[in-house]
């Protein structure tokens, strides 16, 4: 024993600093099955599964063609600013100008030819951003104008840009306009600073899926649209 | 050799001197083998995507991925399976269930840890609280603070696991999430510099002797803007971390990238894309060497 601790003592001293001397091997293995007899995973997931489908699997509407996202325009971009303006302006008034700002990045998935379903809707706009209106002094709308040739271009409606110059439909006579965005965007996401410039802003008390899902529906075949509404940007 | 007898033998031959078990290995010993199993980005993605997908019809999937991790199981003895973050946010089951089948299902399949990904913070801090509260792993998130809020707590900035008598310290970054999470959504929550609290996390690791050392990212991989700050400049800046597991960009890496850390030493920086269509696996091994210089990585 004695003779033991002697040899390990010895081999402390000699030892030094020992460290691993440490090597790797690595792969990215795609994740496929591989047949292992239990897995239990599935029966966790299924009553997930079933609740979840019974309601996203509801067809709402159709499509006659692929709305995809792009920039600076795309069939998505048009549909999707257009949907929240048409629903927006039935609902509230307003004496000045209305215009729509979305995100192409918040656009999270396109809607395939065929059958819309809600499930389609999620995964267009899986996130659960409200819908508002805010309201910017008009000097603000050079500061979105320069955004969208930064960005290269967002969805809009109730605006077009020509040549550089950003425009509202409806004319800039007053001294302030509404923006109809997501409470993720006017507070400070994708990094929208202009919003900070605003006057007021309200709560449409809609979530901007929940607002899809009802132009959708009453839609029935999707309003396509390819217009160019950013051009020469 | 399982890590008690082993302690024992350390503990005989030593005769009680306190050097820990890294001390001693007996010439007759093979190497030791660690396999680390990882994923980023999974995004709620529980079922697999559909067979008619444009991109990936038919991949990934918990179940799928779970089957594969239960396969290397079987094959290696000692497996540490961790996550970089985006658990949540991109199917309906979020929004539905609020992640809360996320934690369940990276429980059961065994996760030992993961940091938080900026849409981890999408259902609010209240929001992962509640889903968190059926995770039965540790988030380490140590860039950032906090106090003053609901998770203040809940996370913790570094852990040890033993794993094959191999001590593995883990610790956890964050994105910044000024304009990319709502104000509202993250509250008082400060994010520090990466650089300096990495720097900060390692020390602590190698004071707590650990062989290996990772970091989970959600810094991303790397930007356009060479400033902003991702897992290749924080490889770069830093010394100390063996590998650095990274999410957020959704970038597919074949193999992990080899970055010269400041030391000169290797750091493997790796992420594999999103939505858990791969599974990424790097196995370590360990040769104990006394005579060699301070330490070093090799890459096969």
């Known amino acids: 024993m004695k003779q033991l601790i002697l040899i390990g003592l010895l081999l402390c001293v000699l030892a030094c600093q020992p460290h691993y001397q440490i090597s790797a091997h690595s792969e990215s293995i795609p994740v496929v099955q591989a047949g292992m007899p239990d897995n239990h995973i599935d029966s966790l997931i299924k009553p997930y599964q079933i609740e979840l489908s019974q309601e996203m699997d509801e067809v709402i509407a159709y499509a006659l063609q692929d709305f995809t996202k792009g920039r600076p325009n795309g069939s998505l971009n048009n549909w999707s600013a257009s949907a929240v303006r048409t629903h927006q302006t039935k609902q509230f008034e307003t004496k000045e100008p209305v215009m729509v700002l979305l995100n192409v990045g918040g656009l999270r998935n396109p809607i395939n030819k065929g059958d819309v379903t809600v499930g389609d809707i999620y995964k267009l706009m899986p996130f659960d951003n409200d819908v508002v209106w805010v309201k910017l002094p008009s000097g603000t709308l050079a500061k979105i104008q320069a955004y969208l040739a930064e960005s290269g271009g967002e969805p809009i409606a109730g605006a077009t840009m020509n040549n550089g110059k950003l425009e509202l439909d409806e004319g800039q006579l007053s001294e302030s306009f509404w923006v109809i965005t997501s409470d993720y965007l006017m507070n400070g996401g994708d990094r929208m600073d202009f919003f900070q410039d605003r006057i007021e802003f309200r709560y449409a008390d809609i979530l901007l899926r929940d607002l899809f899902i009802e132009v959708a529906k009453e839609q029935e075949t999707l309003v396509y649209s390819d217009e160019e509404r950013i051009k020469d940007k | ?300």
């Open chain 2, 1 to 300: 050799m399982d890590r008690r007898s082993f302690i024992k033998s350390t503990a005989l031959i030593t005769g009680g001197t306190m050097v820990g078990p890294s001390a001693f290995i007996s010439k007759s010993q093979s190497n030791k083998r660690l396999t680390i199993l990882h994923t980023n980005d999974t995004h709620s993605n529980i079922d697999p995507f559909p067979a008619n997908h444009a991109k990936y019809p038919g991949k990934g999937g918990v179940a799928k991925r779970f089957d594969l991790i239960q396969k290397i199981r079987v094959e290696e003895e000692h497996v540490l399976l961790v996550d970089a973050g985006d658990i949540f946010q991109g199917t309906p089951y979020f929004n539905k269930f609020g992640g809360v089948l996320e934690m369940k299902l990276m429980t059961e399949l065994g996760y030992e840890a993961a940091t938080m990904g900026n849409h981890d913070f999408d259902g609010g801090m209240d929001g992962f609280k509640k889903a968190q509260a059926y995770a039965k792993f540790p988030f380490l998130c140590s860039n950032y603070d906090f106090q003053n809020t609901l998770l203040d707590g809940l996370t913790q900035d570094h852990m040890v696991i033993d794993k094959a008598g191999i001590k593995v310290g883990l610790f956890g970054l964050g994105v910044k999430l000024k304009g990319l999470v709502p104000d509202n959504k993250f509250l008082e929550t400060k994010y520090l510099d990466p650089i300096e609290i990495a720097t900060d996390q390692v020390k602590q690791l190698q004071k707590k002797n650990c062989d290996l050392i990772i970091c989970l990212s959600h810094l991303g991989y790397s930007y356009k803007d060479d400033k902003r700050m991702s897992d290749l400049l924080l490889a770069a800046n830093t010394s100390g971390i063996h590998m650095i597991i990274g999410g957020h960009t959704h970038t597919f890496l074949d193999k992990p990238s080899e970055v010269s850390n400041k030391e000169g030493n290797t750091v493997l920086v790796n992420q594999v894309g999103w939505a858990g269509v791969n599974l990424g696996r790097v196995d370590f091994e360990f040769d104990k060497q006394c005579f060699s210089k301070k330490e070093s990585l090799l890459v096969q």
